[in-house]
């Protein structure tokens, strides 16, 4: 079945930094990759997602880029700010269901 | 108002127990999920249904048995509950392929 890898599992940055989460997808057949945020007790909730027949999407301060040929997608955020800090999830929408990946703690320190 | 509201947010109970989730969703949304949230934080899908079809099983054990009354609910009934049971139950609910999943708050459901 359909398999997402995503690294790193924590990523720890200074406020102001940039973070970068890279995931990794298996079938070629996928076509929509969202990203989720998801707060501590809170519900995931998407913040950007990308279509294959685009590269790149661009959302303020978050940015995701695409590589079909690779199987590769990664989320970018600048300019990070303490409530960036949460845990964050790739996903792949394969065979009719949306595939997550392992999830990023991200910490932004003050 | 809420999009995708689950109850209840919390249940604790004792192994063996029979108990139930309910999710409604009021977006006008055709497909509802119930994903696991476990303690690692990773989200599995357990199932899938469309217009009240099962779409997806995942391979969870037969004592989880989802029921769609119809499109705007999807409620998720566990027997015999055991140990491992425990986690974060999410549903959603999307409007159909390759589109945003919305998610429920959560059930953090606590076997003991």
């Known amino acids: 079945g359909e398999n997402v890898e995503q690294h790193p599992s924590t990523l720890s940055v200074q406020e102001g930094d940039s973070a970068v989460i890279k995931c990794t997808y298996s079938?070629?057949?996928?076509?929509?990759f969202p990203w989720y945020k998801q707060e501590l007790g809170k519900r995931p909730q998407l913040i950007i997602d990308i279509r294959s027949n685009v590269g790149e999407k661009k959302d303020q301060r978050i940015a995701v880029t695409l590589n079909k040929t690779a199987k590769h997608f990664s989320l970018h955020i600048t300019e990070t700010q303490p409530e960036d800090s949460a845990v964050y999830f790739c996903?792949?929408?394969?065979?009719?269901?949306?595939?997550f990946g392992t999830g990023t703690r991200l910490q932004v320190f003050p | 108002d809420t999009a995708v509201s689950q109850t209840p947010k919390y249940l604790v109970t004792q192994m063996g127990n029979d108990k139930s989730i309910k999710c409604e969703q009021n977006l006008g949304h055709d497909t509802m999920y119930w994903y696991k949230q476990d303690s690692k934080k990773f989200l599995k899908i357990m199932f899938s249904?469309?217009?009240?079809?099962?779409?997806i099983n995942e391979t969870v054990p037969n004592r989880f048995s989802p029921k769609s009354p119809d499109k705007a609910h999807l409620n998720l009934h566990i027997n015999s509950l055991e140990l491992g049971d425990s986690a974060v139950y999410f549903c959603?609910?999307?409007?159909?392929?390759?589109?945003?999943?919305?998610f429920g708050q959560g059930t953090r459901l606590t076997v003991v």
């Open positions: 996903a792949d929408y394969n065979t009719d269901k949306l595939i």
């Open positions: 079938d070629s057949a996928s076509n929509y």
């Open positions: 959603a609910s999307s409007l159909g392929d390759n589109t945003e999943a919305f």
């Open positions: 249904y469309n217009n009240k079809e099962l779409i």
